[in-house]
C-alpha cells in the first residue's frame, strides 16, 4: 500500500522517492511533516510524517525519530512553550520544610543576617537571596534569616552584604 504510494509519487514526480524525499530533508531541511505536505500539495497522494520519518531512518539519513526531534526543535520548528507549566511562588514558598526554617535560623544565630535584629525586637522571617520568581529553589544556600522590616525592603539597599 505504501509502496504503491510511494512508487505512484516517483512517477508523478518522475524521480526516485527516496531522492525526493532526501532532498526535501537535507536541502530544503524541511521537517517531516512538511515533507509530507509538499508531497500532497504537489501528487495529491497522502504520505504520513511517520512514514517519511520511518524512510529516512531506513536510508539512515536520520538514526532515531528522538534525533529527528530534536532536531526540529533546534531549527526552530517546533515550539513547547505553551507546554511549559507556570509554577506559583506561593506554592514554593510553601514548600520550606519546618526543619529547614529551624536550620536557616539556626545557621543565622536567630538574627537578621542584614540588621542584627532577633526575634525579640522584629519578627524574624526565612528570605530567598534568590527570589522565587526568579528561580530560586528553597535550597538552604538560597535561605536567609531577615528581620521582617529589612525582607519588606527598608534598609535592605544599604545594608546588603557584597
Ligand atoms: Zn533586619
Redesign the pocket.
Known amino acids: 500500500m505504501r509502496l504503491n504510494k510511494m512508487k505512484s509519487i516517483s512517477a508523478l514526480l518522475n524521480h526516485p522517492f527516496d531522492d525526493i524525499i532526501k532532498g526535501l530533508y537535507l536541502n530544503k531541511t524541511l521537517a517531516s511533516q512538511e515533507i509530507s505536505d509538499e508531497l500532497f500539495r504537489k501528487t495529491k497522494i497522502l504520505i504520513t510524517s511517520r512514514s517519511i520519518q520511518r524512510r529516512l531512518k531506513q536510508m539512515g539519513i536520520i538514526r532515531s525519530f528522538s534525533q529527528a526531534f530534536n532536531l526540529s526543535i533546534k531549527k526552530g520548528r517546533k515550539s513547547y512553550e505553551h507546554l511549559r507549566k507556570t509554577v506559583k511562588s506561593s506554592s514554593l514558598r510553601k514548600g520550606i520544610a519546618p526543619k529547614l526554617r529551624f536550620q536557616v535560623f539556626h545557621r543565622d544565630g536567630y538574627r537578621?543576617?542584614?540588621?542584627?535584629?532577633t526575634a525579640q525586637d522584629?519578627l524574624l522571617v526565612i528570605d530567598h537571596i534568590k527570589p522565587v520568581a526568579g528561580g530560586g529553589t528553597n535550597d538552604e544556600k538560597n535561605l536567609r534569616t531577615?528581620?521582617?522590616?529589612?525582607?519588606s525592603g527598608k534598609?535592605?539597599v544599604l545594608?546588603e552584604p557584597v
Do not use: A, I, S, T
Open positions: 537578621c543576617v542584614l540588621c542584627g535584629k522584629d531577615l528581620c521582617r522590616e529589612c525582607n534598609g535592605k545594608l
